[in-house]
């Protein structure tokens, strides 16, 4: 890791240069409802630098919520089939969180230990994550439960922790410096030294190891019934979620032209389990609900040896029925 000062000042400047370096650069960005989201930007006047967490994560750069997986037409000649790999441009995701860029460390795994997902591969590539520390957090934080912290560096490229007139700055990839190298001249070397007073407090609200030893015995507690009560399965959660990885494939068109896509799904849907012959396993939203958290505290733990839970707290502020995921876990794991 490489350590570099920058002065709060300079910040604009450094943005700017990076979106005329010709990187699309998304941003956090104020909408006129008061909430927060990721979108494209044109300069650094656009970015919101107020704010706890965005409404959304900025997964939908390397997973996007609708995806053309390819397009194919027939004629005559034959059959010919394209896909848009080659249009995906380099990309700069600025102002994450910590815990969203630890996100993709997941996210990394899901789509490329087993087997490659070609499309994600792409995106990934040419996606440059610049995250900032946070300064404050809200009620819905946990990240400290799930062994992060408000300034950890794990899935960023560049961690930015404003310290007064200056800005400590993390490179922690090749990408990073790569980056900064965009307007090295605004830069100066730095020293390795303690984030703690700039830093939100977080308090841990529960032990992860103690919980991936009791949710191994909680699929049959009488608890998850009354963990879903409310649950209306609107997939609010799942769609804000930074790890959520459910998909469905659908094809639109006629035999002789058309487009597969991949759409974000989420397992608390209805029909996310119902088969063809109109069996359906997971019969009601307690048995959803439960599918949603074993699988973050305890399946993707097994098969991916990484808890798929950040601890954003999106989930909690999303949800229109007020389900609250750690006060969930911590009443089927006690």
């Not at 900032?132 to 062994?147: G, L, Q, R, Y």
């Not at 019934?225 to 769609?239: L, Q, T």
């Not at 396993?281 to 949603?292: C, D, I, M, V």
């Not at 949800?319 to 794991?333: G, K, R, W």
Request: hydrophobic letters at 35%.
């Amino acid at each position: 890791m490489e350590i570099k000062n920058i002065k709060s000042t300079n910040i604009p400047a450094f943005f700017d240069q990076m979106i005329k370096s010709g990187k699309v650069v998304i941003a956090p960005v104020l909408k006129k409802s008061g909430k927060v989201f990721f979108e494209a930007v044109q300069s650094y006047d656009q970015v919101s630098t107020d704010y706890i967490q965005t409404g959304f994560s900025a997964k939908s750069v390397v997973f996007p919520k609708v995806e053309e997986l390819f397009s194919f037409k027939k004629d005559d000649e034959g059959i010919e089939i394209t896909n848009n790999l080659h249009t995906i441009p380099e990309t700069v995701v600025w102002g994450l969180r910590p815990c969203d860029a630890s996100a993709f460390n997941y996210l990394t795994e899901f789509f490329l230990k087993e087997n490659p997902d070609t499309y994600f591969t792409a995106r990934k590539e040419k996606t440059t994550l610049i995250a900032i520390s946070c300064a404050k957090a809200d009620n819905a934080c946990f990240c400290t439960s799930v062994e992060l912290n408000p300034g950890s560096t794990s899935g960023s490229d560049i961690l930015l922790t404003a310290m007064g007139e200056s800005v400590y700055i993390e490179l922690i990839t090749e990408k990073g410096k790569a980056a900064v190298e965009t307007a090295a001249s605004l830069f100066t070397p730095g020293e390795e030294k303690s984030k703690e007073e700039f830093l939100a407090k977080v308090t841990s609200v529960f032990s992860m190891d103690e919980v991936k030893v009791r949710i191994k015995t909680a699929y049959d507690s009488a608890e998850w019934k009354h963990a879903s009560m409310g649950c209306f399965g609107c997939g609010a959660c799942a769609f804000a979620c930074p790890t959520c990885t459910c998909f469905d494939i659908q094809d639109e068109g006629t035999q002789d032209s058309g487009k597969r896509l991949r759409c974000w799904d989420a397992c608390g849907f209805g029909l996310f389990t119902k088969h063809t012959s109109g069996h359906n396993p997971r019969t009601n939203q307690t048995e959803r609900r439960r599918q949603r958290l074993m699988h973050k505290f305890k399946y993707s733990v097994e098969n991916l040896g990484i808890v798929s839970c950040v601890g954003c707290g999106r989930c909690i502020r999303n949800c229109p029925a007020h389900l609250n995921i750690f006060e969930n876990i911590l009443s089927v794991t006690k």
